[in-house]
T-cell receptor, first 114, second 112 residues
Framework: AQTVTQSQPEMSVQEAETVTLSCTYD???????LFWYKQPPSRQMILVIRQEAYKQQNATENRFSVNFQKAAKSFSLKISDSQLGDAAMYFC???????????FGQGTELSVKP | DVKVTQSSRYLVKRTGEKVFLECVQDMDHENMFWYRQDPGLGLRLIYFSYDVKMKEKGDIPEGYSVSREKKERFSLILESASTNQTSMYLCASGIQGTETQYFGPGTRLLVL
């Protein structure tokens, strides 16, 4: 069975600095998708970025980028120029080709200090 | 923009009551999902649907049922609410083949 692990329950970053959130996963599939979702205090789950496993190029979305290491089964999220509005719980998620569900990690609580 | 709405943000019910949680999406998505989110347990899939009148069990379907009579609406039903169903319930929808899921704002349910 696939699993997703986020080893950092909490992280903190200074405003305008860069922070990296870690995620590892376990799967025997070769074709899959990886996501980072953000859940602010409002509890709305917001898609931050997605990565297709067949693409070698790392996905980028404005200040958010990923470091996708397929062989190592690692999928970290880098937030550049951190803003106060980035404070939230961040979830890494996996979706394979079997079935419709997303498999989520336990989440990393990010705080941003002014 | 994709919009997924849920009928209530907060709900308080009594043990034994029948509870309906409604989810509506306005983007003609084929796929719809119900998750529950609990501290320490993360998000767990309850049920999902690939099309009207179709449903598939997720990881924790016990105590729940679903209904999808129209493409845009996916209802989660607690036939007889119990205190262990107190949780945050998140609905999501997505286009078949794109794999991305878009979430609603969530319903925080308290069963007394």
């Amino acid at each position: 069975a696939q699993t997703v692990t986020q080893s950092q329950p909490e992280m903190s970053v200074q405003e305008a600095e860069t922070v990296t959130l870690s995620c590892t996963y376990d799967t025997s599939e070769s074709d899959y998708y990886l996501f980072w979702y953000k859940q602010p205090p409002s509890r709305q789950m917001i898609l931050v970025i997605r990565q297709e496993a067949y693409k070698q190029q790392n996905a980028t979305e404005n200040r958010f980028s990923v470091n996708f290491q397929k062989a190592a089964k690692s999928f970290s999220l880098k937030i550049s120029d951190s803003q106060l509005g980035d404070a939230a719980m961040y979830f890494c998620a996996y979706k394979g080709n079997q079935g419709g569900k997303l498999i989520f990690g336990q989440g990393t609580e990010l705080s941003v200090k002014p | 923009d994709v919009k997924v709405t849920q009928s209530s943000r907060y709900l308080v019910k009594r043990t034994g009551e029948k509870v309906f949680l409604e989810c509506v999406q306005d983007m003609d998505h084929e796929n719809m999902f119900w998750y529950r989110q609990d501290p320490g347990l993360g998000l767990r899939l309850i049920y999902f649907s690939y099309d009207v009148k179709m449903k598939e069990k997720g990881d924790i379907p016990e105590g729940y049922s679903v209904s999808r009579e129209k493409k845009e609406r996916f209802s989660l039903i607690l036939e007889s609410a119990s205190t262990n169903q107190t949780s945050m319930y998140l609905c999501a929808s997505g286009i078949q083949g794109t794999e991305t899921q878009y979430f609603g704002p969530g319903t925080r349910l308290l069963v007394l």
